[in-house]
């Protein structure tokens, strides 16, 4: 049930192009011959049930894991090989960030910012006192959250074009996720810059992102609009009171179907307006449409 | 106007944000919370205070434009159209009332009410309002 987007098919527009890409640990296939585009300026959540292969996608576009098959391209450039300017472009959080326990914060950000030639120490500094980072402090005995708070503030120095977070509000608490998110939505705004995460928290997604895409056994089974993903995915209700037609199951786009006697609930995808009232006076039924949000979407998807 | 005056968003509802921002702009212009040639928030503005993606913000402005409920006024931003006010068709006041309704519909079904009843106990509502 791939939908491949039309709009965003050619190079000039990506800055991540993932083409037919295998990736296989002894005898277990993480990615299928996934294709997978970002396109410039996008807000792009990646989700994914646990071991879905979140990591691993990310890892490959970034040239950090090596597939057995396919081509990629990131910033123009096969992720294999990336150039030093290419990679100056670039940032990436991992899921868990380790650095030098025995620094300062103040001594890891000037450590960091000397590998690049761009560095904007404003905006650090700024966010450093934002994000209630005390810069004293030694990164040993920081908690994970703070160690991923750290790890983001790191990767923003730069000002990448692309930015690439692995679930990066799994351990931040409420108040440091909603910074977080101004924060992504500041580069947001920007309009050049694009950014990619991976998460399993979807109320996140909802605020910050313009596009999902959904990684399911090895492929990308959704890679849309936000908006059009609730848009296109319904629960509806019908009572039918001279019972239900036989072919219920067999609707175009059906996901999911619980069926009782003259009463049926089930999802679909690829919803039209029209299709509630069709429905009603084809099966003399009434019928309720319900919307779903993200987290519902995502277990409906699922099911099949 | 600050945008969390005029706007309540629910990520986590099944009501996309652009549709939900869309369908709040209608309701203030035709309940005259937002006259004729008033200056909408910004696209920026928006985005920053409610917490959401821009992009999701000028989708919802570019379909209200589209529907000729505001217009672009170069180098300030949206503002609400003369006429917009009476321009809004009935179909449109209908697709704003319509996910109520389906509620509606919904929890009938679920107490087991009959067409009859629930459109008696909603009869006399609407009498209420001086709308018949």
Redo the contacts between chains.
């Keep these: 049930m791939t939908e491949a987007s039309s709009d965003k098919s050619c190079s000039g527009q990506s800055v991540l192009e993932m083409r037919g890409v295998t990736k296989r640990f002894k005898d277990k296939t993480v990615l299928d011959q996934l294709d997978f585009s970002v396109s410039r300026g996008s807000v792009t959540g990646l989700l994914g049930k646990n071991g879905a292969g979140k990591t691993t996608l990310l890892k490959c576009a970034l040239g950090l894991q090596t597939p057995q098959a396919g081509t990629i391209s990131v910033l123009g450039e096969d992720s294999r090989v990336l150039s030093g300017a290419a990679k100056a472009r670039l940032a990436y959080v991992p899921q868990e960030v380790s650095l030098y326990p025995w620094m300062k914060i103040r001594q890891v950000v000037a450590y960091t910012a000397a590998f690049y030639p761009l560095w904007n120490s404003r905006l650090i500094e700024r966010l450093i006192k934002e994000w209630e980072i005390n810069p004293e402090d030694e990164v040993g005995p920081l908690s994970t959250g703070q160690l991923q708070k750290l790890g983001i503030l790191l990767a923003l120095g730069h000002e990448p074009d692309f930015l690439v977070l692995d679930e990066p509000v799994a351990s931040l608490d409420p108040a440091a996720r909603r910074q977080f998110l101004a924060t992504l939505l500041d580069i947001a705004l920007n309009g050049e810059r694009t950014i990619l995460f991976s998460t399993h928290i979807t109320s996140d997604l909802e605020r910050v992102a313009d596009r999902v895409a959904i990684l399911k056994e090895g492929q990308i089974v959704y890679d849309d609009e936000l908006a059009l993903l609730k848009d296109s995915v319904k629960r509806l209700r019908i009572n039918a009171s001279n019972g239900l037609p036989n072919d219920l199951r067999s609707l175009p786009g059906m996901l999911h179907c619980e069926a009782n006697g003259k009463t049926a609930v089930f999802s679909l995808r690829g919803f039209q307006t029209e299709l509630p009232e069709r429905l009603a006076r084809e099966w003399s039924a009434e019928v309720s449409v319900e919307d779903l949000n993200l987290e519902e979407i995502f277990l409906e998807l699922h099911h099949s | 106007m600050a945008a969390t005056f005029l706007f309540q968003i629910h990520?986590?509802?099944?009501?996309?944000?652009?549709?939900q921002l869309m369908e709040q702009v209608q309701s203030h212009v035709h309940a005259g919370r937002l006259p004729v040639g008033e200056m909408l928030p910004s696209v920026?503005q928006i985005?920053?205070e409610l917490?959401?993606?821009?992009?999701?913000v000028s989708?919802a402005y570019s379909l209200l434009e589209r529907d000729g409920l505001i217009e672009r006024v170069r180098g300030q931003g949206m503002r609400v159209k003369a006429a917009a006010r009476a321009m809004l068709p009935v179909k449109d006041r209908r697709q704003i009332i319509l996910?109520l309704l389906?509620q509606v519909?919904?929890k009938a079904?679920q107490l087991g009410l009959t067409r009859e009843q629930v459109l008696a106990a909603l009869t006399p509502l609407l009498k209420e309002r001086g709308d018949d």
């Design positions: 990520p986590t509802s099944g009501v996309p944000i652009y549709r920026r985005a920053e917490q959401v993606n821009p992009m999701t989708k996910p389906e519909a919904a079904f």
